[in-house]
């Protein structure tokens, strides 16, 4: 007679979860949700800042939703998001983002997503005091885990490479694309969008944070050299960091993309629509001429293969992990050189056979992105990590 099987006590740091799907906050929101499709013997518990405590219902009676409140680099992450930790004894603790208490030392693996902070710190992380905690907890998070996941290839060599983590504790575990994405086939919803940001004419589609390393102002200074050539719009969406948002308007006027005496029911050449909802995403990937990619550092790269899975062609950077992520399967341009990333997105745009055939490769190239093989090899790690010694 075989003895049952352990039940195990894992956690999971989901105080980035977010219904708005904004980078890591899809990543800990898609675990979660592929995870309790796939086991139902374990014991998790789900460490939730407001107010996404009160928003998150489980769908599995073995995930159990903890209220922490504890915001990052703060002191109650050292204190209070400890405590709570240290209580509930688990058998594995999974920190989704490299913020961790680090007196916590309890078995635990972290994703890296990226190591943005060590390359392009920015306007957030300039202090002396911000340095240190930075390079302090990420350090602390990596060191003591029982094992790492890098989102991509390029995230591990950034891991071997700055921080001297051994490759063998390293598994690279690439993000999925949600289903949602897709090619739609209803131009009343497409219009009804397009109306409600004055959208008029074909346009270029970037979509993410607004930060020094995504490059928009590279994106602006490529646009107006494409508008010598080609009549478009360009929109910018994303949530304005209002840090890095003056400096973007800024460099838009000096370019004349945002004239200040403009007719009211003319259409604006840069169109600013701030996060828009899921839907309002589809849409626009799906209406857009190209998805324009401008970043000079990406840990994993998920819009430009949203892009794909909407049948749009995509111009990405030839920097960091996006050409590991984007194979094949896109135009490629030196996101430090405006002229070039013009000249790049000006010939796309005028060769129709070789959009079509992104397209038919980028729909192909996606199927390999799973967020639920994410989950599965995320939950084989876990089984691993808690049954061997560290």
Known sequence: MTSPKPN???????????????????????????????????????????????????????????????????????????????????????????NAPILYHRPS?????????????????TSPLHRLAYGATIRASVYKAKKIIAVSRGTGKD??????????????????????????????????????????????????????????????QAFAKLRKKHDLQLVITGRKDNIYAKEIFQKAQSLGLMPESQSPHSAPLVVFPGLVSEPELVDLLNAAQLFVFPSFYEGFGLPALEAMQCATPVA?????????????????????????????????????????????????????????????ETHQLYLHAISTKK
């Open 8 to 98: 195990y006590r894992i956690g999971i740091d989901c105080r980035m979860y977010s219904s708005q799907f904004t980078g890591i906050g899809r990543y800990v929101f898609e675990l979660v949700e592929n995870l309790q499709k796939i086991d139902t013997h374990n014991d998790y518990f789900l460490f939730f800042n407001q107010p996404e405590f009160n928003n998150f219902q489980s769908s599995n009676p073995r995930f159990q939703k903890v209220l922490v409140n504890a915001k990052h680099y703060s002191l109650a992450e050292q204190t209070k998001f400890l405590h709570i930790l240290n209580k509930h004894r688990l058998d594995l603790m999974h920190f989704t983002h490299f």
């Open 159 to 220: 891991l071997e490479e700055v921080l001297h983590i051994p490759l063998s504790k390293i598994q690279m575990i690439y993000e999925g694309i949600n289903p949602d994405f897709k090619p739609l086939n209803n131009p009343a919803r497409l219009q009804s969008t397009l109306t409600k940001y004055q959208i008029q004419k074909p346009f270029l589609l970037y979509t993410g944070v607004w930060r020094s390393h995504k490059n928009i102002a590279g994106l602006l």
């Open 316 to 376: 990405v950077s030839n920097t960091s992990c996006l050409p590991e992520i984007c194979g094949n399967n896109a135009v490629y341009f030196d996101p430090y050189s405006p002229r070039d990333m013009a000249e790049k997105i000006s010939n796309l745009l005028k060769d129709q056979p070789l959009q079509e055939k992104l397209i038919r490769s980028g729909l192909e190239h996606v199927k390999k992105f799973s967020w639920s093989k994410m989950a599965h």
């Open 109 to 125: 693996i972290v994703t890296i997503h990226d190591l943005t902070l060590h390359f392009f710190p920015g306007k957030k992380m």
